[in-house]
């Protein structure tokens, strides 16, 4: 049994990634708790995902902030409040400052909607569909001072397929996304994730599969 991990989830959109996390620890597969959950969105769905689940919220709207630092300083001091552990992006469209990192170093992870280091920032899918990639998938990270290149924990892969929108494959790695998160901040709360460099080690190692993927395949 393991103690479970104090979460801050930090949201800024309609809270799918946070509603999956809501659920893993509900069910009991994810020993972990959410200690509070804070927008910079004073419309995010994620507060009524929040609230529904008897989580408490906090609404700190970036925009009454002349500085970017001193906003990161607002939702640290809130953080350190609920006395959280781990911080977890959850569609969180902000860009933190080193200031934030410092006070929880390696304990502030994301989702990126690609297979990082292909196609960081914004729309990924269109870039990913423009690029003519045949594969995409999404990535959970520990944050660090650059815009999603922090060491990669897990990651999911899903194929590109010849008539996908960016709006059917966004859709197709939000499934992913609402299974491998979870998972990296269960493997977090084990204590079976260390950081060396830029790899992140994962012990005792889980098992992986060593088939190849191929698209299109390689026989018809």
């Known amino acids: 049994m393991f103690k479970r991990i104090r979460l801050g989830v930090l949201a800024s959109g309609g809270g799918t990634n946070l509603q999956a996390i809501i659920d893993h ?19 995010a769905g994620a507060l009524e995902r929040a609230a529904k689940a008897g989580i408490p919220t906090l609404c700190i709207n970036h925009r009454e902030f002349a500085r970017r630092e001193d906003f990161d300083s607002a939702v640290v001091g809130a953080l350190q409040e609920a006395h959280v552990e781990l911080v977890v992006l959850a569609g969180f469209m902000r860009i933190i400052t080193p200031a934030f990192i410092e006070v929880f170093p ?6 990126h909607p690609a297979l990082l280091p292909s196609f960081p920032g914004m729309h990924v899918q269109q870039q990913a569909i423009d690029y003519g990639a045949r594969f995409s998938g999404c990535t959970v990270h520990f944050v660090d001072g650059g815009v999603d290149t922090g060491p990669i924990i897990i990651q999911a892969v899903v194929p590109v397929l010849p008539e996908d929108t960016a709006d059917t494959l966004a859709a197709r790695i939000l499934e ?36 190849a993927l191929v698209n299109p395949a390689a026989e018809d």
């Open 106 to 111: 390696e304990r502030v992870i994301n989702i």
């Open 176 to 211: 992913q996304e609402h299974l491998i998160y979870p998972r990296a901040i269960q493997l977090i709360a084990e204590g079976r994730v260390r950081v060396e460099g830029r790899r992140v080690i994962i012990r005792p190692a889980c098992p992986a599969d060593p088939t």
């Open 25 to 43: 620890c509900q069910a009991g597969s994810l020993a972990a708790e959410i200690a509070v959950v804070i927008t910079n969105n004073p419309g």
